[in-house]
């Protein structure tokens, strides 16, 4: 059932993951790309748009990323939209 309700993610119920799981006090690529269900691939372009768009930050000298204030704001929003429509409500026919 996870893998029916992950075939179909938007690109927010993507990035909304990545958000939260480099909130806080960061995370390396292997916690995000488990986190939020990512192959390799799938990561590192969403990782590269994520960093152009200014919404996560990397630390070198740590290896991780970590959610910008702008990255906050939109998992604020997305955390919004989610409460008002869950996933599970929109795959039930």
Not at 39 to 50: A, D, F, N, P, V
Not at 62 to 77: N, V
């Amino acid at each position: 059932m996870l893998s029916h309700s992950l075939k179909n993610r938007s690109k927010s119920d993507i990035v909304g993951p990545i958000l939260e799981a480099a909130n806080g006090r960061g995370a390396t690529k292997t916690k995000i790309m488990y986190k939020a269900f990512l192959s390799y691939g799938q990561l590192k372009e969403y990782l590269t748009i994520l960093l152009e768009k200014g919404l996560i930050k990397y630390e070198e000298g740590r290896e991780i990323y970590r959610t910008t204030e702008k990255g906050m704001r939109f998992l604020q929003m997305y955390t919004k939209v989610q409460e008002m429509m869950p996933l599970e409500n929109v795959n039930k026919k």
